[in-house]
């Protein structure tokens, strides 16, 4: 575990929270010029797109090429390695910190939505709830949950604005300011009224927690990866299997 705080002052730390937020707006503006490249590049050959083509191809270049690409922007600009990320091969401990995390991110996730609905508080809907009724889109998101969104947004958030936050605050304020900035972050895909979408940024603060706690005990961005991926892809297939066999609404626990 990583335990080296930073001796920044008031301006330093103030400085440090800034950096991580222009570096998460900066990762989805990344993701604009891609969009408009391909989108008029499509027009120009008459290729049309699917509602799930459409959205599989915009949760690639986001999460696959315009989150990546900012992070690596961000070593490059600071003349940093790519060991300021900590990654590795899971070891037999990290694999045992996958498994407990996986676990425990569902069980916190599921006591605090029961309290959530005993309390009777809304819960926010995800803006693009029309692509994710189709269970088509839902079958493709399973594995861009392993393979794209975990990884992504892991290294985005966790590897570089965490790490750049533990310079300045140590181990516990990063995790805390990492996910403080990872939760926000969502309600681009989500809409309801504010008291519905401060429950559902709520809920999603948690899962961030033990992604960040992950990755702070093992120093390997594998771990939070492949747990933030299965819990995804773990959500599409309940959706999945809801909107095959019963009502099931997509959440915006995503």
């Known amino acids: 575990m990583s335990t080296t705080v930073g001796m920044d002052g008031t301006w330093g730390r103030l400085r440090a929270v800034g950096v991580g937020a222009a ?65 590795r091969l899971p070891t037999l401990r990290d694999l045992l910190w996958i498994v407990s995390g996986y676990v425990l991110v569902f069980a916190l996730v599921f006591a605090l939505l029961l309290i959530v ?19 088509g889109t839902l079958i493709w998101l399973v594995p861009l ?25 140590g181990p516990v304020g990063a995790i805390i300011l990492a996910s403080a900035t990872f ?31 992950t990755y702070e005990l093992t120093d390997n961005l594998v771990v939070p990866s492949i747990i933030h991926g299965a819990y995804n892809a773990t959500i599409f297939g309940i959706v999945y299997i809801g909107l095959r066999y019963g009502p099931t609404q997509p959440p915006g626990l995503l």
Do not use: C, M, W
């Open 183 to 213: 939760a926000p972050a969502h309600i681009l895909a989500l809409t309801g009224s504010p008291q519905a979408l401060a429950a559902t940024i709520s809920l999603l603060f948690v899962p961030a927690l033990v992604f960040g706690v």
């Open 145 to 169: 949950s392993l393979l794209v969104i975990g990884p992504g947004e892991e290294l985005l958030f966790r590897g570089i604005i965490q790490g750049r936050l533990r310079e300045s605050f």
């Open 23 to 87: 570096i998460t707006v900066a990762g989805f503006l990344a993701a604009v010029p891609f969009g408009f490249v391909v989108g008029n590049a499509a027009g120009l050959l008459g290729i049309e797109f699917s509602l799930t083509a459409g959205f599989v191809l915009s949760t690639i270049l986001l999460q696959g090429v315009a989150f990546p690409l900012t992070a690596f922007g961000y070593l490059r600009l600071r003349g940093l390695s790519l060991s300021f990320v900590k990654a």
């Open 117 to 135: 609905v005993n309390l009777g508080v809304p819960t926010a809907s995800r803006t693009d709830q029309a692509a994710l009724q189709d269970p």
